[in-house]
């Protein structure tokens, strides 16, 4: 006969058990292992401040305004573009907020699109409120539970490059989740909505 586990026995979330890292260090190794003009699209706040302060590469797309459009964006670019390998940058809270396009990504199946989320369990450009996943909600098992099985937890810098270069080689579309440490970006982007559309569609020759 099964037990009922009560909370306190119900074992740790595997997010639980991985390093706390820090988001331009992770960004910054990212952009250094992107050799042939791959997209990158940067979510909202956060996620696109440190990608600009990472280098500013023409291939790289800043989005400004919208919690949860960096993954929908990338897949576009992705489908529009098989050929080209395409990442999205995206927060916890933003991701949670958007999170039916995990479930598109998977019915579609693009080869080419690599999603990583920065879990720092806080919304914390508008004052660090909680975050689902700060508490409750495994953001690997439910990009898993939405059919993107080549989802998982980063265990520390090193864990976390081996899974990018995995997911830059893979044959489906990959999701690497990060806890990260509460520390502001490092600068903030450009807001000139049309310079960041018409740089981003000339570096991906659209
Ligand atoms: C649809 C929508 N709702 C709310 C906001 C206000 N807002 C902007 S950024 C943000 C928090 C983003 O949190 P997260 O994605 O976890 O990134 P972090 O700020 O923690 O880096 C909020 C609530 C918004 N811009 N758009």
């Known amino acids: 006969m099964s037990e009922v586990m009560t909370d306190q026995e119900t074992p740790a979330l595997p997010s639980r058990n991985t390093k706390v890292m ?6 910054r190794r990212v952009v250094a292992k992107l050799k042939r003009e791959e997209a ?5 706040g956060n996620t696109n401040f440190d ?3 990472a280098g500013q590469r023409p291939q790289n797309f800043y989005m400004l305004g919208s919690m949860g459009l960096a993954v929908p964006i990338a897949l576009g670019v992705a489908l529009a573009q098989p050929g080209r390998r395409t990442v999205a940058l995206e927060g916890d809270g933003s991701l949670l907020m958007q999170l039916g396009c995990l479930t598109t990504v998977a019915m579609l199946n693009p080869a080419n699109l690599t999603i990583i989320v ?3 369990g806080i919304y914390q450009i508008t004052g660090g409120q909680p975050t689902p996943a700060s508490t409750c909600s495994d953001i690997v098992a439910i990009a898993r539970g939405a059919g993107i099985s080549q989802s998982n937890w980063a265990a520390d810098e090193e864990d976390f490059e081996q899974l990018v270069d995995k997911a830059l080689a893979a044959d489906k579309p990959t999701l690497i989740a990060v806890r990260i440490d509460q520390e502001p970006a490092i600068t903030t982007t450009d807001r000139d909505p049309s310079r960041i559309r018409d740089r981003f569609m000339q570096g991906i020759r659209a």
Do not use: E, P
């Open 51 to 53: 990608l600009w302060a």
């Open 40 to 44: 990158v699209i940067g979510g909202i």
């Open 22 to 27: 820090n988001r331009f260090d992770l960004t």
């Open 118 to 120: 920065m879990d720092n």
